[in-house]
C-alpha cells in the first residue's frame, strides 16, 4: 500500500512540482511574486511543523492524521488551483494562487512528523536503502509518464491556462488515488507504537537544551540549512529563466523534467545499495560534492535544450542525494525522538528555504540570473565541506537481512514488530 501511495503521490507532484511556477507566470505572476509564493509556502509550512510533532505523538492514530491533513486538506487545494481561472483572472487570482500554494504546503508539512514516524515502522531497517530505491526507481517512472503526458495536454489546449487547469484535474485524481492507498496501510497496533511523550518536551527551552546535547544532530541541522538555502537562491527560477530567457515551452520543460527522471533510475537502485553498504553520510559526502557544479553550468545555457546535460547529471545525483539525507536523518533520531527530530529538521529547512527563495528573487530582480547561479554553487560547496567536517556517522544497529527472514518465516507479518526505515521527500523542484 505503501509502494503504490508513493507512485501516485509522485504522478501528481509530477505535474504540480514541474508546472505550478509555469501556471503562476501565466495568470500573470511576475519573478519577485514568484519569489514570494516559494518564501511564503516555506514559512506557513515551517509554522505547523512543531504542532504536527506534537499531533504526532498525542494522536492515536498517525495513519488517519496524514490522510486528513496532507492527503486532504492540502490535495484540496490542487482543486483550487483547478478552477482557479473560472472565478478570478490577472493579479486576483496570482494572490489566491500564492494563498493557496502556502496552504497546502502548511497542511503537507503538518502531516510530515506523523508521516515519518509511521513510515519508519513499515520497512525493516536492513531493507531501507534497497526498497526505497526500488520504490523511488516507480515513482520516477511515473513522474517522468505523467510529465511528459501533462506537457502536451498544455500544449495542445486553447490556451495554456485551460491546459493548467486540466491537469491540475488530473493531479487531484492522482493526489486522491494516493490518500485512499496510505489509508489501507495497517497501521502498527498502539502497543507497538512509540510511547507518547510529554509536552514538556516541545517546550522552546527544551528543545534548544536537547539541540544543544545532541551536537552531532545539530551540526547536521546547520549544514542542511545552508545546503537549502542556497539550492533555493536558484531552485525556484530555472523555469523562470527556462521562459523568459530561453523561450522554452511548457512541453519542452516537461521533456527536460522527464530526462532527469530517467536519469534517476538506475541511480536509485546504484545509491539504494550503496547506502546499505556504505552508510548514509558517505553517500552524501559523495553526492553533495557533485551537486554544486551544476549551478555554475547553467551560466552557459543558450537554448531550450542545452539544460539536458545538466538534467541528466541532476538526476542522477539528486537522487542518491535525496535518498541518502533522509536515511541519514532517521539514523541520527531514535523511535522517542523521531517524531520530534522529524520536525525541527524540517523547521531548519523550510526556514532556509524561505530565507533561500527570498535572496534569490532580490537578485534575480536586482542583479540578474548569473548572480544567483554563482551564488547557489558556492553556498552548497560551503554544506558539503560543513558536513564533512563537523557531521560524524551515528552508529547504526541495524538487522540483518537474515535475521529479518527468520521473523518473516515465524509470524508472516512484519506489522507485529518494531521496525525502522527510511522515505525520501520529492527534491525535484530543486533539479
Not at 486532504?72 to 489566491?96: N, Q, T
Not at 493531479?171 to 510511547?195: D, H, K, N, T, Y
Request: aromatic share 14%; with cysteine.
Amino acid at each position: 500500500m505503501f509502494f503504490f501511495d508513493g507512485v501516485f503521490a509522485a504522478s501528481q507532484d509530477a505535474i504540480h512540482v514541474t508546472y505550478l511556477t509555469l501556471y503562476v507566470l501565466a495568470l500573470g505572476a511576475t519573478k519577485a511574486q514568484i519569489g514570494l509564493m516559494s518564501a511564503l509556502g516555506s514559512i506557513g509550512a515551517m509554522l505547523l511543523l512543531l504542532p504536527g510533532a506534537i499531533l504526532a505523538e498525542k494522536l492515536p492514530s498517525r495513519k488517519w492524521l496524514v490522510v486528513w491533513t496532507g492527503g486532504g486538506i492540502s490535495r484540496l487545494m490542487l482543486l483550487g488551483f483547478a478552477v482557479l481561472p473560472f472565478f478570478l483572472s490577472g493579479e486576483p487570482a496570482v494572490v489566491i494562487a500564492i494563498v493557496m500554494k502556502v496552504v497546502m504546503d502548511g497542511f503537507g508539512n503538518l502531516s510530515m512528523p506523523a508521516w515519518t514516524s509511521l513510515t519508519a515502522d513499515i520497512v525493516p531497517l536492513a531493507w531501507r536503502g534497497r526498497y526505497f530505491g526500488t520504490r523511488n526507481m516507480f515513482m520516477g517512472i511515473a513522474n517522468m509518464l505523467v510529465t511528459f503526458i501533462a506537457g502536451q495536454i498544455i500544449v495542445l489546449s486553447m490556451t495554456p491556462v485551460v491546459g493548467y487547469q486540466r491537469v491540475y484535474f488530473i493531479a487531484l485524481m492522482f493526489g486522491i488515488a494516493s490518500s485512499v492507498f496510505f489509508a489501507s496501510i495497517r497501521e502498527p497496533r498502539s502497543g507497538q507504537m512509540v510511547s507518547q511523550s510529554s509536552l514538556e518536551v516541545y517546550k522552546p527551552g527544551v528543545l534548544l537544551q536537547g539541540l544543544k546535547q545532541d551536537r552531532n544532530f545539530l551540526a547536521f541541522c546547520i549544514s542542511q540549512m545552508v545546503w537549502n538555502f542556497s539550492v533555493n537562491i536558484a531552485g525556484p527560477f530555472f523555469s523562470v529563466y527556462q521562459v523568459e530567457v530561453l523561450n522554452s515551452t511548457a512541453a519542452i520543460i516537461g521533456i527536460q523534467s522527464i530526462i532527469a527522471s530517467v536519469a534517476g533510475l538506475p541511480a536509485q537502485r546504484l545509491f539504494g545499495a550503496l547506502n546499505d553498504r556504505w552508510g548514509a553520510r558517505k553517500v552524501l559526502l559523495l553526492t553533495g560534492f557533485l551537486i554544486p557544479f551544476m549551478p555554475f553550468v547553467w551560466l552557459f545555457v543558450r537554448s531550450p535544450w542545452h539544460p539536458t546535460p545538466i538534467n541528466i547529471w541532476a538526476g542522477f545525483m539528486w537522487a542518491g542525494y535525496n535518498l541518502a539525507t533522509f536515511n541519514f536523518l532517521l539514523a541520527l533520531s531514535t523511535p522517542q525522538t523521531r517524531a520530534r527530530y522529524s520536525a525541527l529538521y524540517q523547521i531548519a529547512v523550510t526556514l532556509s528555504l524561505a530565507a533561500g527563495s527570498a535572496f534569490g528573487g532580490f537578485l534575480v530582480q536586482h542583479v540578474g540570473y548569473p548572480a544567483i547561479f554563482i551564488s547557489s554553487g558556492l553556498g552548497r560547496f560551503l554544506s558539503v565541506f560543513l558536513l564533512w567536517r563537523f557531521v560524524k556517522a551515528p552508529e547504526e544497529h541495524a538487522l540483518s537481512a537474515s535475521s529479518l527472514l527468520v521473523v518473516e518465516e515465524s509470524s508472516g507479518d512484519f506489522d507485529h514488530f518494531d521496525k525502522d526505515n527510511n522515505t525520501c521527500e520529492d527534491d525535484s523542484k530543486n533539479l
